[in-house]
């Protein structure tokens, strides 16, 4: 059984940052990708980043969020983070730590069997 813990959530006002971040309980961190992903209120989950495992490096981010947000892992931690920077209202959302089935990044939500129970992230304008 892996538990994920998210922390770093809180209130910023547009064009501010936040740092999240996610601390797992596996003992084999290091050989998963991990991702995040976040639901706005009304809507539907989405894919926010993904690194893939401690060997491989690779990262993707979704669109609304390249350029301004930063997926990292510190395995010695058991830990990722998400930096995010310039931040818009429509980041406004709970934001989920996932770890996937496999060692690849990927921004598909089924490939992911562990989540966080989430926090919450409002940019205010």
């Known amino acids: 059984q892996v538990q994920l813990v998210e922390s770093g959530g809180g209130l910023v006002q547009a064009g501010g940052s936040l740092r999240l971040s996610c601390t797992s309980s596996?003992?084999?961190?290091?050989?998963?990708?991990m991702g995040w992903f976040r639901q706005a209120a009304g809507k539907e989950r989405e894919f926010v980043a993904t690194?893939?495992?401690?060997?491989?490096?690779?990262?993707y981010y979704a669109d609304s969020v390249k350029g301004r947000f930063t997926i990292s892992r510190v395995n010695a931690k058991n830990t990722i983070h998400l930096q995010m920077n310039g931040l818009k209202p429509e980041d406004t959302a709970v934001y989920y730590c996932?770890?996937?089935?496999?060692?690849?990044?990927?921004?598909?939500?089924?490939?992911?069997?562990?989540w966080g129970q989430g926090t919450q992230v409002t940019v205010s304008s």
């Open positions: 996932a770890k996937n089935r496999g060692r690849f990044a990927s921004g598909i939500a089924n490939s992911y069997d562990y």
């Open positions: 596996g003992r084999t961190f290091s050989n998963y990708a």
């Open positions: 690194i893939s495992w401690s060997g491989g490096g690779t990262t």
